[in-house]
C-alpha cells in the first residue's frame, strides 16, 4: 500500500535542496530549453542543457519545476545526470532509472516521465536550433 509510505531520503534531499535551479538565456545556441507538461496532473518542467558544440557534450544545466515533489526531485537528479554526458549518452536517460533512484511508487512515475521528456525536449531544441543556424545566412554579431 502506498499508503502511510513516507518519501525516500533522496527525494527530500533533492526537494530541499534542489540542484541546477534557474534558467539560462533561451535565445544562446547553446542553450536547448525543453519545456513539458504532465496531462495527468497539470504539473509543468522547463529544463536546459548547455551544450558544448565542440565535444558535444552537456557542460550544464538548469531547470524550473512548477509541480510536486517528485517531479521537482527528478528534474533535480535530470539535471545532475545530463551533466558531462554526450547528448547520445543524454538521449538514453530513463525515467525508470531516476524513478528507481529515488525510490518513486506507482503513482509518482509519471512525475519522472516529466524529466525524461524534458530531456528529450531540450535536445531536440538544441539540435533544432543548431540546424538552422546552419542553414541560415551568416550574420555577423
Ligand atoms: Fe542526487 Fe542521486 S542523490 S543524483
Ligand atoms: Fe504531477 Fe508529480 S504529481 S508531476
Redesign the pocket.
Known amino acids: 500500500s502506498i499508503l502511510g509510505r513516507s518519501y525516500h531520503e ?1 527525494v527530500v ?2 526537494y530541499n535542496n534542489p ?1 541546477n535551479i534557474g534558467s539560462f538565456v533561451k535565445d544562446d545556441l547553446a542553450v536547448g530549453t525543453g519545456l513539458v507538461g504532465a496531462p495527468a496532473c497539470g504539473d509543468v518542467m522547463k529544463l536546459q542543457i548547455k551544450v558544448d558544440d565542440s565535444s558535444g557534450r552537456v557542460v550544464d544545466a538548469r531547470f524550473k519545476t512548477f509541480g510536486c515533489g517528485s517531479a521537482i526531485a527528478s528534474s ?2 535530470a539535471t ?2 545530463v551533466k558531462g554526458r554526450k547528448m547520445e549518452d543524454v538521449l538514453s536517460i530513463k525515467n525508470t532509472e531516476i524513478a528507481k ?1 529515488l525510490a518513486l511508487p506507482p503513482v509518482k512515475l509519471h512525475c519522472s516521465m516529466l524529466a525524461e521528456d524534458a530531456i528529450k525536449a531540450a535536445v531536440k531544441d538544441y539540435e533544432a536550433k543548431l540546424a538552422k543556424s546552419n542553414a541560415g545566412p551568416k550574420t555577423i554579431d
Open positions: 533522496r534531499d533533492h540542484r533535480s537528479v545532475e545526470w533512484h
